[in-house]
C-alpha cells in the first residue's frame, strides 16, 4: 500500500471517529468516551499526514507541535470551571486563526498566472471566515473574561459601516482574483475581514455571548471545511462540515431557548429594543419586601420541597460549593430539593450544569425547565440565587418587553419564593423583574456565597 | 479528488452532524460546544501540510509554521477542556436512582 492510501486511509478512520465522537457526546453516559474518540481520531489523521509522500520540515512541524501544547495544556487544566466559556471562544479564535493562514499560505503556494476562480474560491472564504472568526472570538473572550466592557459598543453609522466593510471585502477579493499573482490583495481581504470580525462582535451585550461563541464556533468548522476543499484533504471536509452544522443546530437551539432570532443577536442588542412599555411599570407595585438569613432558613427548613434556581450571580460567586451543602443540610432534616436549571442558566446552555457537577451535585437532581416546571406548584419555597431574567414573568404577562415570549421558570408558582440577589438592580438585559415585588417574594440581599454560608450555618443550627 | 466529490462530501456531512447531535439534552450542550471546537482542531492538519509541503520557500514556511502552532493550541486545549468537564459527569452520575425517563 503505497503512503498516501496509508494516509486516505487513517483519514477515513478519523472522520468515522469524529462521528462517533460527536454521536456519543450527545448522551450523558457516553459523552466523555466520545471525547476520547474524537482525540484518537485527531491523532491517527496527523500520523497519517506526516506519512505522506513529499513531507519535509519535521523538526519543525514536531517544534511547532511542542509550542502549541504546551500553553493549551496548561491553559485547559488550570481554567475555572466558571471561565470555560471564554477558554472555549479563545481556542476556537486559535482555530480560526490557523485556517487563515493556512489559507494565505496555499493562495501565495499555488498561485498561477492563469487565475482559476474555482480554484481560488475556497482560499478567499477560508481567508474570510477564519480571520472573521480569530478577531471576533478574541472579542467575545475580552469580553467574557472583563478586558472589554460587556456592554453593547455603539458608534454613529455602525451598520452602514459593516455594510461598506462587506462591499470591501468583495472587492479585495475580486481584486485578488485579477491580481492572482500578487498576494497584496489576498492580505488586504484578511485585513478587511479581521476588521469585520471585531466590529461585528463589539456591539453584542454579555448576555448574547452564548450565542455568538456558538455561530464562530460552526464559523470556524466551515473555515477548516473551505481550507479542505483548497487542500483536496477529506478529514478536514468532514471534520469541518460536521462541526459548521453541528455548531449551527447548536445556536438555533440557544436562540429558541432565549427567544432572540440570531439576526436580532447580531445585528441589535436589547439595548435597541423598545425599553420596557408604560403598562410594566404602572402594575409594579414598587416595594421590595427583605428577608433575614435566619428566617430564610426556618421556611426551608420546615418545608417540604424546595426548588433552587441557580444563575450566573451563583456563577461568578463561586458559591456552587455552598449550594450542595445547603442542599444536604436540607435533606438531612427531610426536604426534598431539586434544581431547575434553565436552558441558558450561567453562560453558555449547560454551564451551570456543569458548575453544579464540579461541586458533586447528584446528575438526577438537575431538572430541564420543561420538567420541573410543573412541579412549582407544589413547591413550599422557590429559592433563587443570582438568576433574573429566567424567572421574570413579564416574559409570559408584558408584550412590551424584550423578552416576551422567552420560556421562563415558573418560579411564581412556588408558596413561597426567595432571592438572593446582590443589589436592587435590573438584571443582565436591563429589565426590570416584577417577581421581585410580588408579596410573596422575599429578598436577601448579598454577596451569593456571604447569604449561602449563612444560611447553611442556620439550617444546621435548627 | 474531484470538486463535485468534495461537495457531495460537504453536503453529506452537513446531514450528518445535524442528525447526529439533534437529539443531545441541554446539559451536555456545553461540552458538545467545546467538544466539536476541538474536533474542528483538524485545521492543524493543514497547517502541517502546508509547512511539511513547504519546500524552500521561507515565507510557506512561516505561515505553515505559525498555523501549526495555532492549530495544535486549539486540538490540545479544545479536548482537554472538553474533558475535565465531562470527568466531573461521569464522577457524579451516581447509578443509584431511575434518571431513564
Not at chain 1, 390 to 415: E, Q
Not at chain 2, 55 to 63: F, Y
Amino acid at each position: 500500500m503505497s503512503r498516501t492510501s496509508v494516509a486516505e486511509a487513517t483519514y477515513l478512520a478519523a472522520s468515522l471517529l469524529f462521528i462517533f465522537g460527536l454521536k456519543r457526546l450527545s448522551s450523558p453516559r457516553s459523552a466523555r468516551s466520545g471525547n476520547v474518540l474524537a482525540a484518537i481520531g485527531m491523532g491517527l489523521a496527523l500520523g497519517g499526514t506526516l506519512l505522506l509522500p513529499g513531507m519535509g520540515h519535521f523538526g519543525w512541524i514536531f517544534v511547532g507541535i511542542a509550542i502549541g501544547t504546551v500553553p493549551g495544556w496548561l491553559l485547559a487544566k488550570k481554567v475555572k470551571m466558571t471561565a470555560m466559556p471564554q477558554m472555549v471562544s479563545l481556542f476556537n479564535g486559535m482555530g480560526g486563526a490557523c485556517a487563515l493562514f493556512i489559507s494565505l499560505g496555499e493562495w501565495i503556494g499555488e498561485a498561477t498566472p492563469t487565475g482559476d476562480f474555482g480554484q481560488a474560491f475556497p482560499m478567499l472564504l477560508g481567508i474570510v471566515f477564519g480571520s472573521v472568526s480569530f478577531t471576533g472570538s478574541l472579542v467575545a473572550f475580552g469580553k467574557l473574561q472583563g478586558l472589554i466592557t460587556e456592554k453593547p459598543v455603539r458608534w454613529p453609522l455602525q451598520k452602514s459601516i459593516n455594510a461598506l466593510l462587506l462591499i470591501a471585502i468583495l472587492v479585495t477579493a475580486g481584486e485578488a482574483v485579477a491580481h492572482r499573482m500578487d498576494a497584496g490583495w489576498a492580505v488586504g481581504l484578511a485585513a478587511v475581514a479581521l476588521l469585520l470580525g471585531v466590529l461585528q462582535v463589539l456591539p453584542i451585550g454579555g448576555a448574547d455571548m452564548p450565542v455568538v461563541i456558538s455561530v464562530l464556533n460552526s464559523c470556524t468548522g466551515l473555515a477548516a471545511a473551505v481550507t479542505g476543499f483548497s487542500m483536496h484533504n477529506m478529514s478536514m471536509i468532514i471534520a469541518g462540515t460536521l462541526v459548521g452544522a453541528a455548531g449551527s443546530l447548536l445556536t438555533l437551539l440557544m436562540c429558541k431557548a432565549m427567544n432572540r432570532s440570531l439576526a436580532k443577536v447580531v445585528f441589535g442588542s436589547f439595548g435597541l429594543a423598545p425599553v420596557g412599555t408604560a403598562g410594566a411599570a404602572a402594575q409594579v407595585d414598587q416595594t421590595m419586601r427583605e428577608i433575614a438569613g435566619s428566617e430564610c432558613a426556618i421556611m426551608m427548613g420546615y418545608a417540604r420541597k424546595v426548588i433552587i434556581i441557580p444563575g450566573y450571580g451563583l456563577a461568578v460567586a463561586q458559591g456552587q460549593h455552598l449550594v450542595h451543602e445547603l442542599d444536604q443540610a436540607l435533606e438531612k432534616r427531610g426536604v426534598e430539593v431539586k434544581y431547575a436549571i434553565h436552558p441558558v442558566a450561567g453562560r453558555m446552555p449547560g454551564h451551570m450544569n456543569v458548575l453544579l457537577a464540579e461541586a458533586n451535585v447528584p446528575y438526577p437532581k438537575l431538572l430541564d425547565m420543561e420538567e420541573i416546571n410543573p412541579e412549582f406548584d407544589q413547591a413550599d419555597v422557590a429559592l433563587i440565587i443570582g438568576a433574573n431574567d429566567v424567572v421574570n414573568p413579564a416574559a409570559r404577562t408584558d408584550a412590551g418587553s424584550p423578552i416576551y415570549g422567552m420560556p421562563i421558570l415558573n418560579a411564581d408558582k412556588a408558596k413561597n419564593i426567595i432571592v438572593i440577589k446582590r443589589g436592587r438592580g435590573a438584571g443582565f438585559a436591563g429589565i426590570e423583574n416584577g417577581l421581585f415585588f410580588d408579596p410573596k417574594t422575599r429578598m436577601l440581599f448579598g454577596d451569593a456565597k456571604k447569604a449561602l454560608q449563612e444560611l447553611v450555618t442556620e439550617v444546621k443550627a435548627l | 479528488m474531484g470538486t463535485l466529490a468534495m461537495i457531495y462530501i460537504f453536503i453529506l456531512a452537513i446531514f450528518t452532524g445535524v442528525e447526529v447531535i439533534s437529539r443531545v439534552p441541554a446539559v451536555l450542550h456545553t461540552p458538545l460546544m467545546s467538544g466539536a471546537n476541538a474536533i474542528h482542531g483538524i485545521v492543524l492538519i493543514g497547517g502541517v501540510i502546508l509547512l511539511g509541503m513547504a519546500g524552500d520557500s521561507a515565507i510557506l514556511c512561516g505561515l505553515g509554521f505559525i498555523a501549526v502552532i495555532l492549530g495544535t493550541l486549539n486540538v490540545v486545549g479544545g479536548f482537554v477542556v472538553t474533558d475535565r468537564m465531562l470527568e466531573m459527569f461521569k464522577a457524579k452520575s451516581p447509578t443509584k436512582g431511575s434518571q431513564d425517563k
